[in-house]
């Protein structure tokens, strides 16, 4: 695969279809089944509050592959992103009740690159606030 957008067409300060990924109890234990990660902050509130949290939290790794999905999803491609980075910011609570949280992101194309590549700057929030900081990928278009 390769991705579908044609660097030609894309300007600085595109935006890129804004997502919001729902998350709850259920999808901590799959993701700690899947990842390997059963760090109990992510799935036993007792344990989460005792430890100076306020309930359980997502884990950071599932949080920063759920924002880069907006770029994958844009691209058409997975392999087109060519780099990746956050910095984490504050945690996604996940309550134990029917709702859960949400990650709410939006991407902005933020600069043009060499070699048909861009800079793509993602904003995740939850509850209103940050919780990625400097998040960014470099993604290789058509």
Same mark, same amino acid.
């Given at each position: 695969?390769t991705?579908?957008i !044609?660097?030609d067409?894309?300007?600085v300060? /595109?935006?890129? =279809? *804004?997502? +919001?990924?729902?998350?709850?109890?259920?999808?901590?234990?799959?993701?700690?089944?899947?990842?390997g990660?059963?760090?109990?902050?992510h799935w036993?509130?007792?344990?989460?509050?005792?430890?100076?949290?306020?309930?359980?939290?997502?884990?950071?790794?599932?949080?920063?592959?759920? !924002?880069?999905?907006?770029?994958?999803?844009? /691209?058409?491609? =997975? *392999?087109? +992103?060519?780099?990746?980075?956050?910095?984490?910011t504050?945690?996604?609570?996940?309550?134990?009740?029917?709702?859960?949280?949400?990650?709410?992101?939006?991407?902005?194309?933020?600069?043009?690159?060499?070699?048909?590549?861009?800079r793509?700057?993602?904003?995740?929030?939850?509850?209103?606030?940050?919780?990625?900081?400097?998040?960014?990928?470099?993604v290789?278009?058509?």
């Amino acid at each position: 695969m390769t991705a579908t957008i !044609a660097y030609d067409d894309i300007e600085v300060g /595109a935006e890129l =279809p *804004a997502q +919001v990924f729902p998350v709850t109890r259920a999808t901590l234990v799959r993701y700690a089944g899947a990842s390997g990660d059963f760090n109990p902050i992510h799935w036993n509130e007792k344990f989460a509050k005792e430890v100076g949290l306020p309930d359980v939290i997502a884990h950071g790794m599932f949080t920063m592959a759920e !924002a880069i999905r907006v770029v994958t999803d844009w /691209a058409g491609d =997975p *392999a087109a +992103v060519v780099e990746y980075g956050v910095r984490f910011t504050r945690p996604v609570v996940v309550p134990n009740d029917d709702k859960g949280a949400t990650i709410e992101v939006t991407g902005k194309v933020a600069a043009k690159l060499d070699d048909n590549k861009v800079r793509v700057d993602l904003t995740a929030l939850s509850r209103g606030q940050k919780v990625l900081g400097m998040s960014r990928a470099v993604v290789r278009l058509a």
